[in-house]
């Protein structure tokens, strides 16, 4: 595959900038992909991405405007003349604009609804009230719909009508004369049949579709599990309000996986991409959870305290290798099973499978485990190191080490499910909370062991 | 949207099975998707389901084979006759055949080998000697290819004659008589076009392609990246072998995202969903990590041995919270930056942005830490818990804390840049092994700031 390289690209126009040979750059310019053409103007210094912007054919200036950053919109938004801000936004899909108003300063939004006609105002008020996540938000008001009476070439002709303004043509949505949906036909099957056949005779009529109120995430899932190219929204009244396409699923995927792995790893999620976030923002997005662990780790400091008289350094040595392992072995389960859970390939009432498997495989893993470290510390430590570990020291931190894991497991596998349960998020309670939890489990296991295996010290 | 309700699609399964209601049973069993049946079959008892199975329609056992897991795909294979396999691998796209073999053991291969005709046995082949995931193993090889000097109409008259046996007609592409790719055109093209215009005038010439040895994972950002609902694949004479749609894309990204996330938690990826695996798979995936994790705490044992007369119990009573916390703030910046990698976000030459961005952030959240864990020794350790944390010795903690989490953050992003200009998979260098890497680290700031501030205890 060819790979773009933005780097030679952006030579290119630097190169065609500076000896001000703009027809060429021109022509340059809107032979790329209007997503590389957008990661170009993004490297150009502040003054001159205005005016390269400019050379952009009309149609490339509106799916270009399309994948930029927000930063770049509004910059662009506040040297555009009314006139070049009325062609950009007449050019693009009704929920792109939406998806540009949602980020801009209100002064901005009032000059971009200013310059739309009545009714794509009122289309725009509209889908700006569905509630946050929701299918409403990401579908397009823009679709094909046939009616049941119709013959496959009045169906063509409609579509040879209405298809340049349509995103999606394949998938067509049959309605009755209240918009209510009755029926779904695609190109593919309009095309297997004669044009004298009849919608009704072709159509399918169980119709997989959802609510303008529903989860965008759970849209996504059900359209990837069917492979379905587009699914119908509808309003309360059943009627079509729009379509969601697959490239917005693939969209709202990336962007659901980004979320749960920030939270996994004790970030709160954000939209921007990384590199566009201030370095405000991003320490916002982590220091609470930070803040959070640090305290909650009172708890182990507590376990020692109370142990401290009766633990050797030689034991104390061990502690950060016990921890180590418990917090690696609960995350290795927990976010398995938060991922299983985020794919719908784990439910809730497979809780007894999963227990009843991590409990097989945890116990294997403790024996493999502790047999090794009894192993490391009389080998490694002891005999290559010199530490003085006798055999009941050894004992000692291989049992803990046993029962850590076990219980970190459980732990680990269990908290996910109970959360998905509880309605919480199960990529929240993840592997630094489960770290904690058994921190100071395996503390307590260690401790407890150690007292009453070894001699009073 | 309408929930799928797997156990009441069972109960009534079931229902039906015992009333010996057959005639029924096969109505509702094929009034379902296909994928929900799949999922039906798997509930089932062993006995039971092959029979069931038999009473999908043609298409549909085709259509629910294809969703069902290996195991038993493996087991209806076994209790097929010959007639029964030809008659559901005939039904199948060729893709799907293939994915099917490729988990299957010899025997079973050479059946479905044998009921394929010559042909299909050829493109078999072929196929399946594309190395791992290439852009080869997941192509369809059903795909409408015309040519530029037909009309439209010639070209919708050959789209209605092939259209039933591909799986996507929408994007055809237009080669020459040595079936080399000379340019794409979309149905919609077609559509809005009279029937009279050549494909040569309205075929777009500036096709993206992939070769059949191009690594799938990239193949799909590209695809999700320009929006694409289908890419040609070209062997080495540019000659259009294959095409990959966007469904394809969706298994990919869902599927390198599920080994993305195993490999940041320390587990070796497979290909199977957990509740699939056997007990001695997981374990394997698991053991070797935690093995090699546990060993490489060695290296914190030895800081703790060298320092261990030298460190008070109080200041031990730290080493959790203060390891703990550096863990946390590097798998911050770590998973982050693997995630942005992964999604081309964050590329090799933002490395500089990167650290300077990583580094404003990190002192930020490190004094912040600083403060709130020396007024949290202060208050909670000292006055309400009543250890004697001496001011002197808060200090030294917040300030280890303070070094731990900045060292913390330069390690945990600048390791996975460095695993990608090495050409290694950055998830796997992720959490565990960094955390590793500032444990060892956090504790000899810490041992060293301690030996040096406070007096020789």
Redesign the interface.
């Given at each position: 595959?060819?790979?773009f390289d933005l780097?030679e690209f952006v030579d290119k126009v630097h190169a065609l900038l500076e000896s001000k040979n703009y027809r060429e750059l021109k022509v340059v310019l809107n032979?790329e992909?209007p997503?590389d053409i957008a990661l170009l103007l993004e490297e150009l210094p502040d003054k001159v991405m205005p005016p390269v912007f400019r050379l952009l054919t009309k149609e490339n200036a509106a799916d270009v405007f399309v994948e930029m950053s927000t930063d770049s919109q509004e910059q662009l938004l506040s040297v555009f003349s009314d006139a070049e801000l009325k062609s950009v936004f007449e050019e693009m899909f009704l929920d792109d604009v939406v998806d540009v108003i949602e980020e801009m300063p209100a002064s901005v939004v009032k000059r971009i609804i200013n310059q739309a006609d009545a009714e794509t105002r009122n289309q725009i008020n509209q889908i700006l009230q569905y509630k946050k996540d929701s299918?409403g938000t990401i579908m397009t008001v823009e679709y094909v719909s046939l009616k049941a009476h119709w013959t496959v070439r009045e169906c063509?002709d409609r579509?040879?009508k209405i298809?340049?303004d349509r995103e999606s043509?394949?998938t067509c949505y049959v309605t009755d004369e209240k918009r209510k949906l009755i029926g779904v036909v695609t190109?593919?099957d309009l095309?297997?049949n004669t044009y004298e056949t009849l919608v009704r005779d072709i159509m399918e009529e169980?119709v997989?579709?959802?609510?303008t109120n529903?989860d965008k995430e759970?849209?996504a899932l059900?359209m990837?599990?069917?492979?379905l190219?587009a699914m119908p929204v509808v309003d309360g009244e059943n009627r079509v309000v729009g379509i969601i396409t697959?490239?917005d699923?693939?969209d709202v995927?990336?962007e659901e996986?980004?979320e749960d792995?920030?939270k996994?790893?004790?970030?709160t999620p954000t939209n921007e991409?990384?590199?566009e976030q201030s370095?405000w923002n991003?320490?916002k997005s982590?220091?609470p959870?930070?803040?959070i662990?640090?305290?909650s780790?009172?708890f182990?400091?507590?376990v020692?305290?109370a142990y401290?008289?009766r633990l050797s350094?030689?034991l104390?040595?061990?502690?950060?290798?016990l921890?180590?392992?418990g917090?690696?072995?609960g995350?290795?389960s927990s976010?398995?099973?938060i991922?299983?859970l985020a794919?719908n390939?784990?439910e809730p009432?497979?809780t007894l499978?999963?227990v009843w498997?991590e409990l097989?495989?945890s116990l294997?893993?403790a024996l493999?485990?502790g047999v090794?470290?009894f192993g490391?510390l009389m080998l490694?430590?002891g005999l290559l190191?010199g530490?003085p570990y006798t055999w009941d020291v050894c004992l000692v931190v291989s049992l803990a080490?046993f029962g850590t894991?076990v219980l970190a497991k459980l732990v680990g596998c269990l908290m996910p499910i109970l959360a998905k349960i509880l309605k919480l998020d199960p990529a929240v309670v993840a592997?630094?909370f489960i770290?904690?939890i058994v921190?100071v489990l395996s503390?307590v296991i260690y401790c407890q062991i150690a007292t009453h295996v070894l001699p009073a010290i």
């Amino acid at each position: 595959m060819e790979q773009f390289d933005l780097q030679e690209f952006v030579d290119k126009v630097h190169a065609l900038l500076e000896s001000k040979n703009y027809r060429e750059l021109k022509v340059v310019l809107n032979d790329e992909m209007p997503q590389d053409i957008a990661l170009l103007l993004e490297e150009l210094p502040d003054k001159v991405m205005p005016p390269v912007f400019r050379l952009l054919t009309k149609e490339n200036a509106a799916d270009v405007f399309v994948e930029m950053s927000t930063d770049s919109q509004e910059q662009l938004l506040s040297v555009f003349s009314d006139a070049e801000l009325k062609s950009v936004f007449e050019e693009m899909f009704l929920d792109d604009v939406v998806d540009v108003i949602e980020e801009m300063p209100a002064s901005v939004v009032k000059r971009i609804i200013n310059q739309a006609d009545a009714e794509t105002r009122n289309q725009i008020n509209q889908i700006l009230q569905y509630k946050k996540d929701s299918a409403g938000t990401i579908m397009t008001v823009e679709y094909v719909s046939l009616k049941a009476h119709w013959t496959v070439r009045e169906c063509f002709d409609r579509i040879r009508k209405i298809a340049v303004d349509r995103e999606s043509i394949y998938t067509c949505y049959v309605t009755d004369e209240k918009r209510k949906l009755i029926g779904v036909v695609t190109v593919k099957d309009l095309l297997l049949n004669t044009y004298e056949t009849l919608v009704r005779d072709i159509m399918e009529e169980d119709v997989i579709f959802c609510t303008t109120n529903d989860d965008k995430e759970q849209v996504a899932l059900t359209m990837s599990k069917y492979d379905l190219y587009a699914m119908p929204v509808v309003d309360g009244e059943n009627r079509v309000v729009g379509i969601i396409t697959i490239d917005d699923v693939l969209d709202v995927i990336e962007e659901e996986t980004t979320e749960d792995i920030a939270k996994m790893t004790a970030v709160t999620p954000t939209n921007e991409a990384y590199l566009e976030q201030s370095v405000w923002n991003t320490w916002k997005s982590r220091m609470p959870w930070l803040l959070i662990l640090m305290i909650s780790a009172t708890f182990t400091g507590i376990v020692i305290n109370a142990y401290e008289s009766r633990l050797s350094a030689l034991l104390f040595a061990c502690v950060p290798m016990l921890m180590g392992t418990g917090g690696n072995a609960g995350s290795q389960s927990s976010v398995t099973i938060i991922r299983g859970l985020a794919v719908n390939d784990i439910e809730p009432r497979d809780t007894l499978k999963v227990v009843w498997k991590e409990l097989r495989v945890s116990l294997l893993l403790a024996l493999c485990l502790g047999v090794a470290c009894f192993g490391k510390l009389m080998l490694i430590d002891g005999l290559l190191l010199g530490y003085p570990y006798t055999w009941d020291v050894c004992l000692v931190v291989s049992l803990a080490l046993f029962g850590t894991v076990v219980l970190a497991k459980l732990v680990g596998c269990l908290m996910p499910i109970l959360a998905k349960i509880l309605k919480l998020d199960p990529a929240v309670v993840a592997s630094p909370f489960i770290t904690t939890i058994v921190d100071v489990l395996s503390l307590v296991i260690y401790c407890q062991i150690a007292t009453h295996v070894l001699p009073a010290i």
